[in-house]
């Protein structure tokens, strides 16, 4: 009886992060949920600022993404050293990651880190995304939500995933 305690005590104690971007409020909208439930959060900002119109920020943000391209952060922190648990909060772009979280996972040390993603994409498509992770991670677990900011339910399926 004392190991499932002992094991219960120390996933209580686990600091805990999540890092994420958010251009249309659904990783904010996570970020929330995380924060009340025991995360720290940092939201990563770009410093080249999307277009206004709907229609051509999809179209920019998708063709960086299909280019892999990366960004400059805004005052970026990618010390993780006192975070035993890692969780990036990604939109899903033209099925691949966004400028900035190719730059996140550029320039953070995930080394010895329990990794998580949380995907929030309108199509809750990821295939191309878990190919490329599966390049370059070996251990690694994921959920994805559609647009959780409009479809609150989807948020439940957090409750597991953090557990």
Same mark, same amino acid.
């Given at each position: 009886?004392l190991?499932?305690?002992f094991?219960?005590?120390?996933?209580?104690?686990?600091?805990k992060i999540f890092?994420?971007?958010?251009?249309?409020g659904?990783?904010?909208?996570v970020?929330?949920?995380?924060?009340?439930?025991?995360f720290d959060?940092? +939201?990563?900002?770009?410093?080249?600022?999307?277009? $206004?119109?709907?229609?051509?920020?999809?179209?920019?943000?998708?063709?960086?993404?299909?280019? +892999?391209?990366k960004? +400059?952060l805004?005052?970026?922190?990618?010390n993780?050293?006192?975070?035993d648990?890692?969780?990036?909060?990604?939109p899903?772009w033209?099925?691949?990651?966004p400028?900035a979280i190719?730059?996140?996972?550029?320039q953070?040390?995930l080394?010895? $880190?329990?990794?998580?993603?949380?995907f929030?994409?309108?199509s809750g498509?990821?295939?191309?995304v878990l $190919?490329?992770?599966?390049k370059m991670?070996?251990?690694?677990s994921?959920?994805?939500?559609?647009?959780?900011?409009?479809?609150?339910d989807?948020?439940? $399926?957090?409750?597991?995933?953090?557990?």
């Amino acid at each position: 009886m004392l190991i499932p305690v002992f094991i219960i005590l120390i996933l209580l104690i686990m600091n805990k992060i999540f890092i994420y971007f958010s251009l249309t409020g659904n990783g904010d909208y996570v970020a929330t949920y995380l924060k009340e439930n025991g995360f720290d959060t940092r +939201k990563v900002i770009e410093k080249k600022k999307a277009p $206004k119109v709907f229609f051509f920020r999809v179209l920019f943000g998708g063709f960086r993404a299909g280019l +892999k391209l990366k960004a +400059k952060l805004v005052n970026y922190d990618n010390n993780v050293s006192d975070y035993d648990e890692v969780i990036i909060g990604s939109p899903i772009w033209n099925g691949l990651f966004p400028p900035a979280i190719n730059s996140v996972l550029k320039q953070t040390d995930l080394t010895n $880190k329990k990794l998580s993603f949380i995907f929030y994409s309108g199509s809750g498509d990821t295939p191309k995304v878990l $190919k490329r992770i599966d390049k370059m991670f070996k251990n690694y677990s994921y959920v994805v939500l559609k647009e959780p900011k409009t479809h609150e339910d989807e948020i439940k $399926k957090i409750v597991d995933f953090i557990k």
